[in-house]
């Protein structure tokens, strides 16, 4: 038996379920690394080791491995999920992302033929940036159009004749 120093530790049990989705952290590539960590750490708790042993072999401190088996057995493995950072909330809600998202794709501007991020962030009432980080998260370029459109001016043929004509001239001549 090894001679433990401090207080006697509870053996942390966890069940069939709990054990399943702490290995499912561990093993799945899109998980966090911090929340696969944790797990590690949980899982490794369930030995018969000490905090200073689990923390050697993960390289963590030997604080961080008891911190995680008390929140583990306080709130399960909801314990071990990252919760909301502090700071300022958020000011661009998601009916203003939406209203963003639906006005580009239909609806132009008055006079213009597509939206700039300053048209829409006037419009909008929204910075700049803001409309401009909102058409990068989608994908949005209003100012590239993949269909054809014609144009409403009566001389439009002739202006495009006599631009090729004359660009056959200049390169003929060149």
Do not use: Y
């Amino acid at each position: 038996m090894v001679n433990q120093r401090g207080r006697p530790r509870a053996r942390m049990v966890i069940s069939p379920s709990e054990r399943a989705m702490l290995e499912q952290w561990v093993r799945r590539r899109s998980t966090a690394q911090g929340l696969a960590l944790r797990a590690r750490i949980v899982l490794a708790c369930t030995s018969h080791r000490t905090d200073t042993e689990i923390a050697r072999e993960l390289q963590v401190h030997r604080q961080t491995v008891g911190e995680w088996r008390r929140q583990f057995q306080h709130a399960r493995l909801d314990g071990l999920l990252d919760e909301p950072r502090p700071g300022t909330p958020r000011r661009i809600t998601d009916h203003m992302v939406e209203r963003v998202i639906t006005d580009t794709l239909e609806a132009t501007p008055r006079g213009a033929t597509h939206w700039s991020t300053r048209s829409m962030a006037k419009a909008t009432g929204m910075s700049q940036s803001a409309v401009a980080r909102i058409w990068k998260a989608f994908a949005l370029q209003p100012h590239r159009v993949d269909t054809f459109k014609l144009s409403k001016d009566p001389l439009f043929v002739d202006k495009v004749l006599g631009a090729v004509r004359r660009r056959k001239v200049a390169d003929s001549g060149a």
